[in-house]
C-alpha cells in the first residue's frame, strides 16, 4: 500500500483552525529553516481513507483469540475508553494547582492504594510508562536502598535464564553486572545455583512468579530466604501477576519490590506497542527511596507531596501515563475483591483447559497444572518432519488466529507459548483447540506446502535479512 | 460478577472435569500456606455505577476555560480526525506487531511516524518512539556516551524535569552532568568553552529552551563539533517547523516531547518521546525500529527490524530495556502531522509565535509587568511582575483563567499558541491590569 507521502498533492491540507487574529509576528530569516519539512500534503478524506486502509491490516483482541504468550491479550473493556476520554480527564494540565484536579488526584491515590494491596507492597508510584521502566525504576530503587545503608559492594544482580530479556537489560541500565543462572526444564529455580550465585555483592534476583514457563515457583519461599539472608533483595516481574491476583501476593511470598504492567494484568489497551504502565510497588524500607512526587492525602483533600532527599529522582517528566492508571483503577473498580480472583482462577483455568486439550498430540513443558500460560515445543515436530515454531505460527494467521509467542522462554527449544486469558469462552477454546490440532495434522499431510503460510495477508513471509542488512527505515531514503 | 468473563457455570464445571480438578481453589492446590488473607478490597460494581463515579471525580477537576501554562505541556487544537482514528481498535487493542504479515497497518504506520520525525528534525534516521520527551532526552545523551569520557555538558535552559530524569539515569553508569550556565536567558557560548574538557563527550542544549528562548543552537553546534564532541538537542516539534532543524545546527541526535502533535493535556500523560539521529549513530538508537523490505513476491513489506540491538536478544548486552514504548501516541503524533501537513504545521507554529509575542506586548505594556530577558522567544517567554506570582494565580483562577508556571515570587513563565484568542489573551490583560501589589 502507498504510504501518505505517496499521497501527497501541493496546497492540500486537513487542518481547520481559525485565521490569525493578532498581529503576525516574524522572525528573523537567520534562523529559520532553509527547506520546509516535507510532510505529506493531504485532504481530510485522503487521512479518513488511509489510516482507515492501515487499521484494516492490524489485528487486535477485537478482532479474534490472542493467546499471545506472556502478553496477556485479554478484553479492554469499552468502559475504560469511555471514561478515560471524558474531558474532565484529558483536558487537565499536569502542573495545575492540586486543588483543581483533586479528581485526578483521587484516581492515583485509588488506583496506588490498591495495587498496594494486590500486591502486598506498602508504597507505590504510578509515573513509570512500561513494564521495562518499571523494572529499571525498581533496580534503581534497589540500589539506592544498598547504597544508602553503605553497603556498596552489592553490584550484581542475578537473573534466571528463564527471565524475560527485559530483566537483564534494565539491570544493566541501571549500572548492574548480571549474574545469570540455569533453571530446571520448568522453568524453576535450580537451588543450588542460587545458592552458589548469592553472596556479599548480590544485589538481588529478578522473579517472575508462576515463571515464564506458566509454572509457579513452589520454592519461592526458600528462595526468598537465601536471596534474604546473602543481604539481596528480591524483585517480582509483575508479567504473570494475572495467574495469581487475589490469592497470592508478591508481598506475602517475600518479594520487595515489584513492577505490575497495567496493560497486561489490568486491561488497558496494548495500542499496537504502548502506552502501558509500569507502577512500582515497594516495601516500607525501599519507600523513600521512590520517585516523586506521590499523592497524599491530607485535611485539605488530596496533595502531591515531594520525592524525598533520598528518591532515585524522577524517571518521567510528570506522574507517568495517567489516562492508562485511569483504566486500570476502572477496571478494578468494576471487578472488585471477588472479580479480582476470579478472573485470575479463570485465566489458570482457560490455560489447563487447552493444554489438557492440546496434550499429547504436542509435548508440553507443564506436566501438571500450569498457570495462566503453558509452553509446548515443536523441536520433535522440526526434527521429524522440518516444521518449525514459526510455521505454525505463520499458518494460524491463515485461520484467523493470533500466533502464540514464539522461540520464548530460550530454555524450551521451538516452543509455542500460549496464554488465553480469562476473557475467552470455552467454544473459543474449543475452536483454538480444535484448529490447532487440524494444523497438526496439516503438516503433517504436507509439510512443504506448509511451510508456505501465510497466504491469505496482504504480504507472505517478510525478507528480513535484507531489511536489517540494508535497512530503510525512512521513506524516500532507499539507496537503491 | 463482571462481564469480562463470559463463562457459565456449567462450562466451568465442563472444564474443570476436563483439567481434572474438582473446583477453581484446587488450581492453586500446594500452595495454600502463601494464600493471601482477606484483602481489603472493595466489593465489584456495575459498569453504570463506576461510569458515574468517574464522571463525578472528571467533574471535580478543573478544566480550564483558557490556558497560558505550557513548561513541557502544550494545548493545541486536535482535529476531529484524529480521534476518529485513533478510536479504532484494531490499533488500539493490537500487542506490538511481531507478526509482520498481520500488522502491515501499525507498522506502516509506524515507518511514516520515523519518516515524519526525520522531516522535521532533518534527521537522517529515527525509531518507533520512546517513553516521553525527558526520557528520550536521557537516552540520547547515552547514544553519543563514549568509553573513558565521563561528563556531559547539559544546558540550564533545559526543562528541570528533563534534567532531573537524565540525572537519574545517569547516576548510576557514573557519567557526570555539568550545566552550561545562561547569559540573558540563552546557553553561554563562554561558559560551554570554559567547561569543555578532554573528559566531555556530549552536550546538549533544549530549542527553544525552557524560559521559551530561541537557543543559537548553530553557534553551540560550532563549538561541540570543533572540541570533537557529540551535540544532543532537545526540539519542541512546532519550532522544528519555523526554525533551522536540528541537523542543519550541526546536531547528532534531537529528541522532543511529542504531546503537542495531536496529545491531550491529560493530566501529563500518556505522551510521546521522539528521536531523530545521525546515520552512523541508527545501530546505537534504543528502542523499535520499523524498516522497509519485501516479501518472496516482490511486495513491499514492513517489519520490526535491527532487533539485534534489542533486550530480547542482547539481554544485559542491550542498550536499553524498552519494550512497550508509545506506540499509540506514535500513531496519533503521524495522523496528526498528515492531517496538519507542511503547511498545517507551519501556520500552528507561526500562529502561537505570534500569539505570544501579543500577549508579551500586552502584558508588559502593563506597569510592573517586565521580560525577564531581551532574548527572542517562541511560544513561552518569563515575565517578572511587582505583583507577586501567587496573587497572579488565584486572580486568574477566579475568572476560570489558567496562568503561567510560577518560577519564584515574581517570575512567572507564560506560554500562548494558536487555541488562545485575541479575546481571551484581551481577557487575561484586563485581569492582570486589577492585580496590584
Same mark, same amino acid.
Given at each position: 500500500?502507498? #504510504? ?37 500534503? $493531504? ?8 489510516? #482507515? ?7 487486535? $483482541? +477485537? ?25 474532565? =480527564? ?12 483533586? !479528581? ?79 533453571? !530446571? ?30 509454572? @509457579? ?29 487475589? #490469592? ?19 486491561? #488497558? ?92 498430540? @504436542? ?28 510455521? @505454525? ?14 522461540? =520464548? ?24 483447540? +480444535? ?14 506446502? @506448509? ?13 528480513? $535479512? ?13 539507496? +537503491? | ?29 500446594? %500452595? ?24 463525578? /471525580? ?138 569543555? &574538557? ?50 542543519? *545546527? ?30 552512523? /549513530? ?38 536499553? &530495556? ?31 509565535? &505570534? ?40 486572580? *486568574? ?10 518560577? &519564584? ?22 485581569? %492582570? ?5
Amino acid at each position: 500500500m502507498k #504510504t501518505i507521502f505517496e499521497k501527497s498533492q501541493t496546497g492540500k491540507c486537513a487542518l481547520s483552525i481559525a485565521a490569525c487574529d493578532v498581529p503576525e509576528y516574524r522572525l528573523e530569516e537567520g534562523i529559520l529553516r532553509q527547506e520546509d519539512a516535507r510532510l505529506p500534503e $493531504v485532504s481530510e478524506i485522503d487521512v479518513v481513507r488511509h489510516y #482507515t486502509a492501515l487499521s484494516k491490516r492490524a489485528y487486535g $483482541v +477485537d478482532d479474534g483469540f490472542y493467546p499471545l504468550g506472556s502478553c496477556t491479550m485479554k478484553y479492554n473493556p469499552k468502559l475504560n475508553e469511555e471514561v478515560a476520554a471524558l474531558p474532565g =480527564f484529558t483536558g487537565i494540565h499536569p502542573l495545575q494547582c492540586p486543588r483543581t484536579v483533586q !479528581g485526578a488526584l483521587e484516581v492515583m491515590y485509588r488506583l496506588s492504594e490498591k495495587l498496594a494491596e494486590i500486591t502486598g507492597m506498602d508504597q507505590v508510584t504510578l509515573q513509570p510508562a512500561a513494564g521495562a521502566h518499571g523494572e529499571y525504576t525498581s533496580l534503581q530503587l534497589i540500589r539506592a536502598y544498598h547504597l544508602d545503608r553503605g553497603d556498596t559492594q552489592r553490584n550484581k544482580i542475578i537473573v534466571p535464564d528463564s527471565a524475560h530479556g527485559t530483566n537483564p537489560a534494565s539491570a544493566s541500565m541501571a549500572g548492574y553486572s548480571i549474574i545469570n543462572i540455569p533453571s !530446571g526444564p520448568d522453568g524453576c529455580v535450580d537451588l543450588e545455583a542460587l545458592k552458589a550465585a548469592v553472596g556479599k555483592d548480590t544485589a538481588a534476583l529478578m522473579l517472575t512468579n508462576p515463571n515464564t514457563v506458566g509454572i @509457579f515457583e513452589k520454592g519461592i519461599t526458600q528462595i526468598a530466604k537465601i536471596v534474604h539472608e546473602a543481604g539481596g533483595l528480591l524483585y517480582y516481574d509483575g508479567a504473570n501477576l494475572n495467574a495469581i491476583m487475589g #490469592t497470592i501476593r508478591p508481598g506475602d511470598m517475600g518479594y520487595d519490590v515489584v513492577h505490575l504492567n497495567l496493560h497486561k494484568t489490568f486491561s #488497558t489497551p496494548h495500542g499496537g506497542g504502548g502506552p502501558g504502565s509500569g507502577p512500582v510497588g515497594c516495601k516500607k524500607a525501599l519507600a523513600k527511596y521512590l520517585p516523586g512526587p506521590i499523592v497524599v492525602k491530607t485535611q485539605e483533600g488530596y496533595a502531591l507531596s515531594e520525592s524525598s532527599e533520598k528518591s532515585i529522582g524522577r524517571v518521567k517528566t510528570f506522574y507517568g501515563n495517567f489516562l492508562v492508571a485511569l483504566r486500570a483503577l476502572a477496571y478494578i473498580e468494576v471487578l472488585g475483591k471477588e472479580g479480582i480472583k476470579q478472573a485470575a482462577q479463570l485465566a489458570v483455568l482457560n490455560a489447563n483447559y487447552m493444554m489438557a486439550r492440546l496434550k499429547g498430540k @504436542f509435548p508440553t513443558h507443564s506436566s501438571k497444572i500450569c498457570m495462566h500460560e503453558f509452553v509446548v515445543s515443536c523441536e520433535e515436530i522440526k526434527k521429524e518432519i522440518g516444521v518449525s515454531a514459526l510455521d @505454525f505460527a505463520k499458518t494460524m494467521i491463515d485461520r484467523n488466529m493470533h500466533p502464540p509467542t514464539i522461540y =520464548f522462554p530460550l530454555i524450551v527449544h521451538e516452543a509455542l507459548m500460549f496464554e488465553p486469558t480469562e476473557t475467552e469462552s470455552k467454544a473459543t477454546l474449543d475452536w483454538a483447540c +480444535d484448529t490447532v490440532l487440524e494444523l497438526l495434522e496439516e503438516a503433517y499431510r504436507d509439510p512443504e506446502a @506448509f511451510k508456505k503460510h501465510p497466504c491469505s495477508m496482504p504480504i507472505g513471509r517478510p525478507d528480513e $535479512v535484507t531489511a536489517a542488512r540494508k535497512p530503510v527505515i525512512i521513506f524516500g531514503r532507499d539507496s +537503491d | 460478577m463482571s462481564t469480562y468473563t463470559p463463562h457459565t457455570a456449567s462450562e466451568i464445571r465442563e472444564m474443570l472435569d476436563v483439567v481434572g480438578v474438582k473446583n477453581l481453589e484446587s488450581l492453586y492446590q500446594g %500452595l495454600e500456606g502463601i494464600f493471601a488473607r482477606d484483602m481489603n478490597l472493595p466489593a465489584g460494581k456495575s459498569q453504570q455505577e463506576v461510569a458515574r463515579y468517574f464522571e463525578k /471525580l472528571a467533574a471535580a477537576n478543573n478544566v480550564f476555560g483558557s490556558i497560558f501554562l505550557g513548561a513541557g505541556a502544550y494545548q493545541h487544537y486536535i482535529p476531529p480526525v484524529v480521534k476518529s482514528i485513533l478510536s479504532r481498535s484494531e490499533f488500539i487493542t493490537a500487542y506490538t506487531p511481531y507478526q509482520a504479515e498481520m500488522s502491515q497497518g501499525i507498522l506502516q504506520a509506524i515507518f511514516e511516524f520515523q519518516s515524519m520525525i526525520a522531516e522535521l528534525t532533518g534527521m537522517q534516521v529515527s525509531n518507533a518512539s520512546l517513553y516521553d520527551g525527558s526520557t528520550a532526552l536521557a537516552d540520547g545523551i547515552l547514544m553519543l556516551s563514549e568509553k573513558k569520557k565521563n561528563k556531559v555538558l547539559l544546558s540550564e535552559g533545559i526543562n528541570p524535569r528533563s534534567l532531573e530524569v537524565v540525572r537519574t539515569y545517569l547516576a548510576p553508569l557514573g557519567f557526570e552532568i555539568e550545566l552550561i550556565a545562561l547569559e540573558n536567558g540563552k546557553t553561554s557560548l563562554a561558559d560551554l568553552e570554559k567547561k569543555l &574538557s578532554d573528559d566531555v563527550f556530549a552536550v546538549g542544549l533544549a530549542q527553544p529552551n525552557f524560559y521559551g528562548v530561541i537557543e543559537d543552537a548553530a553557534t553551540i553546534g560550532e563549538a561541540a563539533k570543533a572540541a570533537g564532541v557529540g551535540y544532543i538537542m532537545q526540539v519542541e516539534p512546532f519550532a522544528c517547523a519555523l526554525l533551522k532543524t536540528p541537523f542543519e *545546527c550541526g546536531a547528532d541526535v534531537a529528541v522532543g516531547e511529542g504531546q503537542p502533535l495531536g496529545m491531550p493535556l491529560s493530566f501529563g500523560g500518556p505522551y510521546l518521546g521522539f528521536i531523530g539521529a545521525r546515520e552512523k /549513530l541508527t545501530r546505537r538508537m534504543q528502542g523499535r525500529i520499523v524498516g522497509k523490505t519485501h516479501d518472496s513476491e516482490g511486495r513491499d513489506a514492513y517489519v520490526l527490524t535491527l532487533q539485534a540491538r534489542e533486550q530480547h536478544i542482547r539481554r544485559e548486552k542491550a542498550g536499553s &530495556s524498552i519494550c512497550s514504548n508509545q506506540a499509540l501516541c506514535a500513531l496519533t503524533a503521524t495522523v496528526y502531522m498528515a492531517s496538519a501537513g507542511k503547511e498545517g504545521m507551519k501556520e500552528v507554529a507561526r500562529q502561537s509565535l &505570534s500569539k505570544a509575542h501579543y500577549l508579551a506586548a500586552q502584558m508588559t505594556a502593563i506597569d510592573g509587568f517586565e521580560l525577564k530577558y531581551s532574548s527572542e522567544f517562541f511560544n513561552e517567554f518569563v515575565v517578572v511582575s511587582s505583583a507577586p506570582a501567587d496573587l497572579i494565580r488565584n486572580k *486568574c483562577t477566579e475568572k476560570n483563567i489558567l496562568p503561567g508556571l510560577k518560577l &519564584s515570587d515574581h517570575e512567572m513563565l507564560w506560554c500562548a499558541t494558536e487555541v488562545n484568542s485575541k479575546e481571551d489573551i484581551d481577557q487575561l490583560i484586563s485581569v %492582570l491590569k486589577e492585580v496590584r501589589p
